[in-house]
């Protein structure tokens, strides 16, 4: 059976299909009609195995994801296990309060493991994020990159603020608290509040930044 579409990106179609007499996701990018050809082909090919291999270092730091099956370099695919479960997104409303701060709690701790290996997720949100069986499950890696500066992991806290306030008002506030709880465990006191510091210093410069 051909894989079937679920989404299309900008950068990327989403399709569910079988690999090997399993359910899988299929991360096909495709070509890009504006970029110069060799160009474009060699950007999907690294941009495949960056992300390829971004989810192997988040899996090493202890932050569930998504099983790799195969990554077919010359087509840019990336053939993924397929995650079971709901979208973090689609539950966080209807959570009560207990419930929503073990989960955001454990949230916190894992975005913490991430930063701590020098991975940035880069489009952390409840959308990215799969209860499977209780567990949180982070998928879609293709923005993530390797760094340890305060300023992109701020910026990485910064969307997942944006988020919950934005898409998810009811909780944001109790969901930010233990988010960023858990971070500080798994942190620590003195880069979490270096974090933090940083965040409220990227929140002024947008509050305040002037179009002109």
């Known amino acids: 059976m051909a894989p079937m579409l679920l989404y299309r990106g900008a950068e990327a179609d989403i399709l569910m299909g079988r690999w090997q007499g399993m359910r899988a996701i299929y991360k096909v990018r495709k070509p890009l009609a504006y970029r110069?050809?060799?160009?474009?082909?060699?950007?999907?090919?690294?941009?495949?195995?960056?992300?390829?291999?971004?989810?192997?270092?988040?899996?090493?730091?202890?932050?569930?994801?998504?099983?790799?099956?195969?990554?077919?370099?010359?087509?840019?695919?990336?053939?993924?296990?397929?995650?079971?479960?709901?979208?973090?997104?689609?539950?966080?409303?209807?959570?009560?309060?207990?419930?929503?701060?073990?989960?955001?709690?454990?949230?916190?701790?894992?975005?913490?493991?991430?930063?701590?290996?020098?991975?940035?997720?880069?489009?952390?949100?409840?959308?990215?994020?799969?209860?499977?069986?209780?567990?949180l499950v982070f998928i879609d890696f293709g923005l993530s990159f390797r760094t340890t500066r305060l300023e992109d992991q701020a910026v990485d806290l910064r969307l997942i603020k944006e988020t919950l306030v934005g898409a998810h008002p009811a909780v944001s506030k109790l969901a930010l608290e233990a988010l960023l709880k858990g971070y500080s465990e798994v942190a620590g006191a003195t880069r979490s509040r270096a974090v933090q510091r940083q965040l409220r210093g990227i929140e002024r410069r947008g509050r305040y930044a002037r179009v002109t």
Do not use: C
Not at 91 to 97: C, D, I, L, R, V
Not at 123 to 132: C, E, G, S
């Open 36 to 135: 110069l050809p060799v160009l474009d082909d060699a950007i999907r090919r690294q941009r495949t195995l960056r992300e390829a291999e971004m989810i192997r270092q988040a899996k090493q730091a202890g932050v569930p994801s998504p099983y790799i099956y195969d990554v077919d370099v010359p087509r840019s695919t990336l053939v993924m296990e397929y995650v079971e479960g709901e979208r973090l997104k689609d539950e966080a409303a209807s959570m009560g309060e207990d419930e929503a701060r073990q989960v955001f709690r454990e949230f916190g701790t894992d975005v913490a493991r991430l930063h701590s290996a020098g991975i940035v997720h880069g489009d952390l949100t409840t959308a990215n994020v799969v209860r499977r069986k209780g567990a």
